[in-house]
């Protein structure tokens, strides 16, 4: 937060709706209310569903703070907050920190039920309307106000903000895609779409070790990107079925892990896996239309298909840990685009929006 000004105020760059440009406000910062943290914002990374809004195609309530993949420090505690993180570290002001795109109430229904995610109370980082008070509710701005149930985590001082933004969302959203898939030691697994999520998948699938991982994309410069991040054989969708039989004495995949969001990858995966494989879909996150399937397929092959959307609290932890491990081996840092400063936040959806696959970075 900008000392230049009054200390009691903060930047929040707020966006009012498709076409407008953002509008860089001051507000109050306000004290923490119960069981909440009033956080310092050092980065926030743009997401592909914040240029979804920016660019219209999915509706926010406006006016609104955008930006959920946040890192930042703790200024300070409101009554009762938590002062463990999710591992059951102490958390104290002036720890770096970043936390789950969502809180869950952790009593409802679904929250009792391993569904976090679609807590019948469910608040979102950058999703919410902002109102008097409660102006600091996304990323993109100088400050943000966790809430009760929020998931938070401590990170390691040699993880870098860039690096470290994308894990609350990219990196947990395919740690949970691997929980649901099962272990994967030894087997062979396609991920759909070499995005950032389907090159997060192939190096998470890697480490968790797959004894063969397929990159499966329309695009050639894509595919081939996937190598450095662990994948091993490369094939375009027209091509999946022959590579995964010649891979696997033609019984098919034990898994495939679907993040292009396209109707013909779904039913080209769910076509190449092998009696009993699981397919875990997670890319079509807006109504796209139906696919053929043959239940008696998935009676005589006995597959699970399974859906995913967002993650858990568990799979943020999950998902730090495994930059910790990993970052030497795959090269995450190539995935950090440019970085702007809060005022610069207009030219920086525009370098996100050009220069797709990358995280452009904002630093207040
Ligand atoms: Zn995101
Ligand atoms: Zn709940």
């Known amino acids: 937060m900008n000392t230049e000004r009054s200390s009691a105020r903060a930047l929040a760059a707020v966006f009012s709706g498709h076409g407008l440009p953002f509008r860089l406000e001051e507000f109050p910062i306000p004290a923490p209310g119960p069981r909440e943290i009033l956080v310092e914002i050092t980065c926030s990374t743009i997401c592909g569903s914040d240029l979804h809004t920016w660019h219209g195609r999915r509706q926010e309530p406006t006016p609104c703070v955008l930006g959920h993949e946040i890192v930042g420090r703790i200024v300070a505690f409101g009554p009762g907050a938590p002062r463990m993180d999710l591992r059951g570290d102490?958390?104290?002001?002036?720890?770096?920190?970043?936390?789950?795109?969502?809180?869950?109430?952790?009593?409802?229904?679904?929250?009792?039920?391993?569904?976090?995610?679609?807590?019948?109370?469910?608040?979102?980082?950058?999703?919410?309307?902002?109102?008097?008070?409660?102006?600091?509710?996304?990323?993109?701005?100088?400050?943000?106000?966790l809430t009760a149930g929020t998931g938070i985590i401590r990170l390691p001082d040699d993880l870098s903000d860039a690096m470290a933004a994308p894990a609350n969302c990219a990196v947990s959203t395919v740690a949970a895609a691997i929980r649901l898939a099962g272990n994967l030691e030894g087997s062979t697994v396609a991920v759909l779409g070499c995005g950032v999520l389907g090159l997060t998948a192939c190096a998470m699938a890697r480490q968790a070790g797959a004894a063969e991982v397929i990159a499966c994309d329309l695009d050639a410069d894509r595919r081939s990107s996937a190598e450095s991040f662990g994948a091993g054989q490369f094939a375009r969708p027209d091509h999946l079925k022959s590579l995964s039989r010649e891979l696997t004495h033609g019984r098919g995949c034990d898994v495939i892990l679907e993040f292009s969001g396209s109707n013909a990858a779904v039913a080209g995966g769910i076509e190449v896996l092998r009696t009993g494989g699981t397919a875990v879909i997670a890319g079509t996150t807006t109504p796209c239309g139906p696919i053929d399937l043959d239940p008696n397929d998935l009676v005589r092959r006995m597959l699970t298909l399974r859906g995913l959307h967002n993650y858990g609290p568990d799979d943020l932890v999950t998902a730090v840990d495994f930059l910790i491990q990993a970052r030497h081996r795959f090269p995450f840092h190539d995935l950090c685009g440019d970085s702007f400063r809060l005022e610069g936040i207009d030219a920086a959806f525009e370098s996100s929006t050009a220069r797709a696959g990358l995280r452009t970075a904002v630093m207040p």
């Not at 679609?118 to 993109?140: N, Q, V």
Request: glycine share 12%; with cysteine; net charge neutral.
């Open 90 to 145: 102490p958390l104290r002001e002036g720890d770096r920190i970043t936390w789950t795109l969502a809180a869950s109430c952790g009593e409802c229904f679904f929250c009792t039920r391993g569904l976090p995610q679609k807590c019948e109370h469910l608040f979102k980082y950058g999703h919410s309307a902002i109102s008097p008070g409660r102006e600091f509710s996304g990323g993109f701005a100088e400050c943000c106000v």
